[in-house]
Each structure stands twice: as structure tokens, then as C-alpha cells.
């Protein structure tokens, strides 16, 4: 990482961020990254968004409301766990687990869906809608909308709705209508165009949660906002349990939000060293993966925002492979973008093979199941771990709980049910 | 002079309206093109919008998805697309051409690469669709010294503020969303986009061009009573996707479609 004297952050061509917790600019901006990429369709109903987001972000009745909801409709906070026999066996660092699987409904996408319901219903729009790519985020969306008595739509690709039955029949009971969706890769970036395209036609009615720290502005920064309490109580707990802050952090990383929320409170901690884990699938050197960041993918413009992005020589979006739906995305929050080029994070991938390993491995020694995705960060903390001293801290992001891949795990062992 | 204000003001001197259909370049293949161009123009088109196919056309409805697909897996590039251009201008070199597309391929071809090949091989304007003026800081300067018009949208909810940001920024023709929603979308209401061109005939004098739910010779009439210009997209590419399999029928197919707009609009 590159720190000067006075602490500000810098790019490899000598652009300076003197504090990366005020980001973005006024236009959205993350450095080169981020922005408003859109049809001017779409134009007024983000400043519209944006409007509504920045008059309520501090002012305390709506934070309140918003705190309310996350102590007693999802249960925070989420405890920050010993993972003591793990730590053992892996012979190195002590690794904590940040709890968020323990969540109502079983992943970090909660936090961000309450918060945009919370906007959603100040704007008194009567329907929200939502991509999915694992489901978590769609079954996050239905369940407030459920809450709030909202309709709501899930935009969900094709391919994702035959690997993600369970979420998708976990939506329905909720009341949502799931979407399937037939165009381009048929996953989740196809998802989000097929979401956008509904907002432009249905803007007066409805209010788009987008489940990720991706889009056009002010979404990386809401949903950043909405997540980081994440981080800030993670940085609380260590400070209660460990006695200070930990040495590492390690989060999975698709389009980047629960990394984002763990990694956002402590990024001007520069003894705290970050770790983001892309979707290596096959194996980051066959090119059948998910990691436009640690590949270096080139920059690119998708979903409203510049960034990373997997795409080929002539700009058109690449597929992308991934053991996980919720990680299967070509790009990544344009922040993430930001904190590659000025080294703060290093992000890193795990291939499927690695992924299945750590699942397996936290389950049986430490009777938690993790998400796929989340498991991402698990394979990482298998690497980083052992290089360490057993008196340094690691926090992992359990993004969410691993009862939505049973079956694509069973599949893999050839069980079927 | 650029070809466009050139086209418009004739147009305006015989007191007709402008013709714009638009169609993705390499659909259902890249050789047909160049053809369909030539066709076109012969049917009456004053301009044309050639679609940059994309992977992930996210303002534009299943019609021209589905035709960026087509011409996607036909391995249409934007080079190649330029390349058509030039073709193009070998026997035409009076009709304006627009390139319409998303960034993302003119970010990775390089923004002055490809500013540099556009204005080389004759391309007279160009509409990015997701990038508002607001983001083409560095894009807009490069296009505007190669005499290159930069063309935006304006849509039904555009502010009144963000509107003047655009016509300050706009050339050649503001391209009047007439539809909430995305490309083949719905009816459109004449008088409603009468009442929302109103305003920004105060704000410029560029010329006015209405697209999104144009389907025949009627709405087209409609339409150019009220503004300077009229798009047709989805009907035309209706066509193409159509006759896909016999892509020798398309010519013919796309002139009767956009004759029988000519003729009602200039009758």
C-alpha cells in the first residue's frame, strides 16, 4: 500500500486521497470510478433518489428508524465469533467470524434492504423491485416488502433460478412475484438490466433496491452506507474481545457489498490490513471466472457506473464463471475500483475447488455452514492464516449462511434428492 | 459544415421534416449492412442511426436486445461497423450518418481511436446513451474538434435545469424521448410531446427529433407536425428479425416500411 507522510492514499500515477471515507464526490464520483452512466430514462428518478437519500441520511428520526429495525427485525448485532478449533488447526493467526449468517434471513443483504424500505416507503412509491443472483438479495427485498405490505418483483436470471430453487420458492412464499430472466448470460448482470428497464418504464410507482455497492451513484454509496454497520461494529467488538483492532479483515467480493460494509469502518486503519475475495471459478489463469480485480480486468463502463469490468477486446461484456450465484457479476462497486488503485484493499481470488474446501472445513470443525460466497473468504483465511503469528487477529465477513447450497453441494458429491 | 446541419437546413428551406430510421449494424449479418443503408436512403431516410450492438442494451426493450444478439453472434464489432461506414461512403456522401450505441466498446476501442477512425471514415454524429453530458467531460471535447456532433437524449422527465445542461451541450439534433420506458415500447401521444417540446424550443435552436413508439405512416405524420424530425427503430429492425432467415427480402422490407412513413409525412 501506498501511504505518504500525511497518511493520504495514492495511485501508481500520483493521484492523492487524503481521506477514502469521504468518497464519493457530489457527482459520485470514486476517483476515475463510479459516476452516472445512464440513459437520460433514467436520469430523474436517480437525482429524484438522490434527493430523498442525502435529506434522510442525517437526520436522526430516519437513523433511528433505521437502528430500530436492525436490533429488532434482524437481530443486531451480529456476534463476532472465535473460530477457536478452525484457528487451531490451521496453526497461525486467531480468526473471528463476523456473524451476519445469523441475521434474519441468513446473509448481510438485510441491512440494505431495510434501508432502502425505509426510503422506498418516504417516497410512498406502492412497489419495489430487485435483482438476484444467489437469491439472498431477492429474498432479503421480498421479505421487507412482505413487512412493509409492498409488491414487489424480483428479477432473477434464468440460469440462477435453476441453481437457486430454494430461494426462489423462499421468494414466492414471501409474496414476490420472481422474474426469470432469458436474455444475454441469463445471470445476475442481465438481472440488473432487465431491473433497470422495469424502473424506466414504472418510475412514478416504484423504487429499485439494488442489492450491491454497483450501479449509478448514489446507489454504491447508499447501499455502502447501509452495510457499514458491519464494520462499525466489528471495529466495537474487536476493540471489547480482542482488546484492539484486528491485524487483518478478509470478505468475499462479487459486486462487493459485504466487503464494503466490514471494510468501509476501518479503512483509514492502516495497521489493518484488507483482503478482498473475487470468484476465481476455474482458476483466474483459464479465464472461466468472476474476478475483473484481481485479474486486472480493463476499465469499463456497466449498470451505470465505471469500474473494473470483465469484457473482450471489443467491449462487450464477458460471461463470467462462478461455483456461486451471488459472486457471478463482471464488474464490481466502482469504490472497490478506487481502493485496488490506491493498494488499500488487495484483492485476491479463491477458485471453486479451494471454496468447496474451506466449506467443508469450517462445517464439520466449527459446526457453521457458510454461503458459498462467503466461503470465498473462508478458502482466503486458509491462505493468510498460517503466515501469521497465533497473536494476530483475523476477521472474516460470514456474509451469510450456506443452507441455499446444499444442493449444489450435494450435486457435486453426486447426491441427489 | 456538418452533413447534419446541412440535411436540416435543407430540410428546412422545402419545409419538410426529417426521416431518421435506425438500425443495428450487423443485423442479421454484418455483410447485409451496408446494403440496408443504401435502401433505406433510397426510401427517403434524411439521416441514419446505426446501432452499435451491445451485450448488455440496457435502455433498449426486447426488440433490439434481440438484434444486438444477432448481430453479436455474427461477431459484429465497432471496428467492423466502422468499416461499413466507409463502404457506406464510397457511393453516399451526402447522407448524414449517427452512430448509436453504449460506451463501454468505444471506452475499450479508446475514445480518441475511435474519434480519430469515425470522423476518417465519414461518421457524422454520435449518441451514447448512457453517457449524459455530465460524463462526457473527456469524450465530448474529442468528438467536437473532429467536427463530430455530439447528440443527446432528452426524456419526458428530463428538469428543466438538467434540459438546458443538454441543449448547451447538444449538436447536431436533441433526440426527444417521447416514452417513458425502453426502445419499442407503447403508444405515443402527439399532443403530449408537442407540450414537452414546447419548452425546449425556448432553450435551442437545435433541431427537435422524436423517437420511441413510432410504428407506422401515422404516428410518423403525427409526430412531424410537431417536431423537426422523426426516429423509427424498433419497426424497422421488427422487419429484419422477421426475415432473418431470408436476409435477401430485407432491403425490400425495410423500404416499404419507411416509404410509407415518407409519404405521410410530406403528404
Known amino acids: ?417 | 459544415m456538418n452533413r447534419i446541419d446541412q440535411r436540416f437546413s435543407e430540410l428546412k428551406q422545402q419545409g419538410r421534416k426529417a426521416l431518421i430510421p435506425y438500425i443495428t449494424a450487423g443485423d442479421p449479418a454484418p455483410q447485409y449492412t451496408v446494403g440496408f443503408m443504401h435502401a433505406l436512403v433510397e426510401a427517403g431516410a434524411d439521416i441514419i442511426e446505426l446501432g452499435v450492438p451491445f451485450s448488455d442494451p440496457m435502455a433498449d426493450g426486447p426488440v433490439i436486445q434481440k438484434a444486438c444478439e444477432r448481430a453479436l453472434k455474427m461477431g459484429t464489432r465497432l471496428v467492423d461497423l466502422l468499416d461499413m461506414v466507409a463502404e457506406f461512403r464510397q457511393a453516399d456522401i451526402t447522407t448524414p450518418v449517427v452512430l448509436m450505441g453504449y460506451l463501454n466498446p468505444i471506452e475499450r476501442l479508446g475514445y480518441e481511436t475511435f474519434a480519430d477512425r469515425a470522423a476518417e471514415v465519414g461518421v457524422d454524429g454520435v449518441l451514447v446513451v448512457d453517457m449524459p453530458p455530465e460524463e462526457a467531460d473527456e469524450f465530448g471535447p474529442l468528438l467536437k474538434v473532429r467536427n463530430l456532433a455530439a447528440i443527446f437524449l432528452i426524456a419526458p422527465t428530463t428538469s428543466h435545469a438538467r434540459a438546458a445542461t443538454i441543449c448547451a451541450h447538444g449538436e447536431g439534433y436533441l433526440y426527444y424521448v417521447s416514452l417513458k420506458g425502453v426502445t419499442g415500447a407503447a403508444t405515443l401521444n402527439a399532443s403530449d410531446v408537442a407540450e414537452h417540446l414546447a419548452p425546449l424550443r425556448d432553450m435551442t435552436d437545435l433541431p427537435l427529433c422524436v423517437g420511441f413508439g413510432i410504428r407506422d405512416g401515422v404516428t410518423a405524420a403525427e409526430v412531424a407536425k410537431v417536431a423537426d424530425g422523426v426516429i423509427v427503430g424498433s419497426a424497422l429492425v421488427n422487419r429484419i428479425a422477421e426475415h432473418a432467415e431470408t436476409p435477401e427480402i430485407i432491403a425490400g422490407q425495410l423500404n416499404s416500411v419507411l416509404a410509407e412513413m415518407r409519404t405521410a409525412m410530406d403528404a
Open chain 1, 1 to 417: 500500500m501506498t501511504v505518504s507522510a500525511t497518511g493520504a492514499h495514492e495511485t501508481a500515477s500520483g493521484t492523492r486521497f487524503n481521506d477514502l471515507t469521504r468518497m464519493p464526490d457530489a457527482r459520485g464520483h470514486f476517483g476515475p470510478y463510479g459516476g452516472r452512466f445512464v440513459s437520460e430514462t433514467l436520469s430523474y428518478a436517480l437525482e429524484d433518489l438522490e434527493k430523498t437519500y442525502l435529506s434522510l441520511r442525517d437526520d436522526p428520526t430516519f437513523q433511528a428508524e433505521f437502528d430500530y429495525d436492525l436490533a429488532h427485525y434482524v437481530g443486531r448485532p451480529s456476534p463476532l465469533y472465535h473460530a477457536k478449533r478452525w484457528s487451531e488447526s490451521l496453526g497461525g493467526a486467531q480468526i473471528w467470524l463476523k456473524r451476519e449468517d445469523l441475521n434474519h434471513t441468513g446473509a448481510h443483504k438485510v441491512n440494505n434492504t431495510i434501508g432502502q424500505a425505509l426510503l422506498a416507503k418516504k417516497t410512498g412509491k406502492p412497489r419495489v423491485i430487485a435483482e438476484t443472483g444467489a437469491g439472498q438479495h431477492g429474498v432479503a427485498t421480498a421479505t421487507v416488502a412482505a413487512r412493509l405490505g409492498l409488491e414487489c418483483d424480483v428479477y432473477m436470471g434464468a440460469e440462477d433460478v435453476q441453481r437457486q430453487k430454494l430461494n426462489v420458492y423462499r421468494m414466492r412464499l414471501l409474496g414476490a412475484r420472481v422474474i426469470p430472466v432469458e436474455s444475454g448470460t441469463r445471470t445476475l448482470k442481465d438481472a440488473m438490466n432487465e431491473a433497470l428497464r422495469d424502473w424506466v418504464t414504472n418510475v412514478d410507482t416504484t423504487f429499485y433496491i439494488i442489492g450491491t455497492v454497483a450501479g449509478p451513484h448514489p446507489y454504491p454509496q447508499l447501499v455502502r452506507d447501509f452495510n457499514a454497520v458491519v464494520g462499525r461494529e466489528a471495529r466495537r467488538q474487536s476493540l471489547e474481545q480482542i482488546g484492539r483492532l484486528p491485524d487483518a479483515l478478509i470478505a468475499c467480493v462479487g459486486g462487493g457489498s459485504n466487503a464494503i460494509g466490514l471494510f468501509y469502518p476501518f479503512v483509514e486503519d492502516d495497521a489493518v490490513a484488507m483482503y478482498g475475495v473475487e470468484a476465481g471459478g476455474d482458476g483466474v489463469e483459464t479465464g472461466r471466472h468472476a474476478a475483473p480485480l484481481s485479474s486486472n480486468a480493463p476499465r469499463g463502463v456497466l449498470h451505470g457506473n465505471r469500474t473494473y469490468l470483465m469484457s473482450d477486446e471489443a467491449g462487450q461484456v464477458s460471461n463470467t464463471h462462478s461455483i456461486s450465484a451471488g459472486l457471478d457479476y463482471p464488474g464490481v462497486g466502482p469504490e472497490h475500483a478506487l481502493w485496488k488503485d490506491v493498494g488499500r484493499v488487495n484483492y485476491v481470488a479463491a477458485n471453486d475447488k479451494e471454496v468447496l474446501e474451506a466449506f467443508r472445513e469450517l462445517t464439520q470443525m466449527e459446526g457453521i455452514m457458510p454461503a458459498l460466497e462467503s466461503a470465498h473468504a473462508l478458502a482466503h483465511a486458509k491462505v493468510l492464516a498460517p503466515t501469521m503469528r497465533s497473536d494476530q487477529h483475523i476477521v472474516v465477513n460470514l456474509s451469510g449462511r450456506g443452507d441455499k447450497d446444499i444442493m449444489t453441494v450435494a450435486r457435486i458429491d453426486g447426491i441427489e434428492f
